[in-house]
């Protein structure tokens, strides 16, 4: 067996574990960039990464549609009254330390991601229990469809039990997949070694890092030099001088997140729906996705893709919100005036909004900048400021957000509507989603599909929802999001997850 050795969460510098394999090297080392920081084991804080490693695992998986999958549970079972779900375990997994997975570490591991940040904590379970070695039963206080999705996320994995401290801290990163910990350099770089005693499809490639890119440029640059094999989310205009080179290929991939204004409806200038709908229709949608970010075809009326069927709208369209009126009779409706400089006033205040939005994704500043030149163009004087993206919660909470730019994860869980009750409930809209804004028919609408398992019946009630949301314009979208992907030809095998769970590096090799 390998063992990973016990990490505190304080360590900065590397850490390694033994392995049976050469030190990493450029020739036995897979190497990815991106653009995310890590600072912690806990997979509740940074298993986002731990997962598209492969070093953590969940009950269950989800195919490219959102489809529930056998992960480390084989089967499941709902009961008739759908309060108690029924999961029967894979035999002979271990976990990186050598021990074997059973129904009291995965209690262990569920447990104690549900005292912690993530959708586990709110879900209705009142009961997590191991039936027998290869059996764990969740209860619930009532019925929730969303629950296999929720245990498919990140936070979710499954550790093992001497991977946790006794206040259910993270020691070490004990999980259960095709890799296991090699270096541990937050808030950085990490490096894993391929597990031998894995329980599926083993991996050729005997180690992979992942590097924290800030900058755009930088990222490009190690595509371009071969630094890094694997490039994820490229500043769109570099596309076509990388297509170009004969040691890449580019991937362009849809996946379920959208980039999305977020309002706070609350401010004097955007309370009114009709001001929320001159915004819209002053955004130009069609050049952003042509000009801007290089994908014709990408520009979003919703906010969820037509692929998430469930909650997009057949019957809308760019004309049927053009139905409206125009930017400037729909402001003119609710006494804004232009001045002698052309810009919008009511009783002497000027019309003024502040964007704010994040470098992480380099296409948002271009697009920011963008939609402030549209909206200058009706007379709103607008401002773009560039900040982190912990600013937009924080701005959230504390009311002194206008506009946000943001880039809205709809696959965070797989069923979209664990965000879409994070994003609107009856708690007035979350960090990332509505602010200022509550619809009580939308947020019992919600509650309700929590607890409908019958398909015609969700499918219309989601409907009604998108509309509601549509209707009202708590959040304007813009795009949906294509990513962006630079793969270096000496590496076969790529396939991309538009739920971003995994990089599947198990799938991957080297071309020899």
Known sequence: MLSVAVLSVSYVAPVFTHSAYATPNVTNTLSISAAFEFTSLDPSKNGFIFSRMQMLETLVDVDENGLLLPALAKSWQVSDDAKTWTF???????????????????????????????????????????????????????????????????????????AYGKNGDVLALSGTGPYQLYQFSPPHKLVVDKFEDYWGKKASIPYASYLTGHRAESRVLQARSGQADIVFGLDPASLPSLKRLPNLEVHSNPIPRTIVLKLNSGHPFMKDVNARKALSLAINRQGIAKGILRVPGSEADQLLPTSMSNWHLANVTSKTEAEAGTPESLLASLGWKKNSNGMLEREGVPFHLTIITYADRPELTTVATAIQAQWQAIGIDTKVEVTNSSAIPMGHQDGSLDVALIARNYGFIADPLGVMLSDFGSNGGGDWGAMNWNNEKLSADLMTLEETSDPVKYKKMAQHSAQIIYDERPMIPVSSYVQQTSVNKRVKGFRFDPFERSFYLNEMEFVK
């Open 88 to 162: 029967e375990l894979r035999d002979k997994v271990y976990f990186h330390d050598g021990s074997l997975m059973d129904a009291d570490a995965v209690v262990n591991s569920l447990r104690i991601a549900q005292g912690k940040h993530g959708a586990l904590r709110t879900a209705p379970v009142t009961s997590i229990e191991a039936v027998d070695e290869s059996t764990v039963a969740i209860t619930l206080s009532r019925p929730y469809i969303l629950l296999g999705a929720v245990l498919a996320n990140y936070a979710n994995s499954v550790l093992s039990l001497d």
